[in-house]
């Protein structure tokens, strides 16, 4: 089974770049907003990119395709780490992005931007992670 992940790829680009760029600048100046409200678009973008390419690696784990597109976000990186496409530890990770993800979701500004700053270095590697697991669809 081939998924692309051309796009995710090339978010996680943009998304590298923007967080490179954000640590030229200080808090404050125009140039640091307009990279850290890039980090956070990007951070989004990957963010719900790895959940729907995850839930298409692990169709071959359900009985249909219909069993694994009824997952919710948490079961998909539950149902990865419990068939070893990541660890345990990383799952862990997926679901605090996510609930830092959600619980901000109507806190758009600066308090928001910050947090998800803080998670951005660590994001990156799962994502880079996740992807390659995507990539060469192995199974641990």
Request: hydrophobic fraction near 35%; charged fraction near 30%; charge should be negative.
């Amino acid at each position: 089974m081939t998924i692309s992940t051309e796009h995710i790829r090339r978010c996680l680009l943009t998304l590298r770049t923007a967080w490179d760029g954000l640590q030229q600048f200080k808090a404050g100046d125009v140039q640091y907003e307009i990279y850290r409200a890039a980090c956070v678009k990007e951070f989004e973008l990957v963010l719900e990119q790895s959940g729907r390419l995850l839930k298409r690696r692990l169709r071959p784990y359900f009985a249909s395709n219909r069993q694994a597109d009824q997952l919710t976000f948490n079961d998909i990186f539950r149902y990865a780490a419990k068939h070893c496409l990541i660890s345990g530890d990383s799952c862990e990770r997926w679901l605090e992005y996510r609930a830092v993800r959600n619980e901000t979701t109507h806190e758009y500004g600066e308090h928001f931007a910050e947090r998800t700053l803080v998670l951005l270095p660590q994001f990156i590697a799962d994502a880079e992670e996740l992807v390659n697991a995507i990539e060469d669809g192995r199974d641990g």
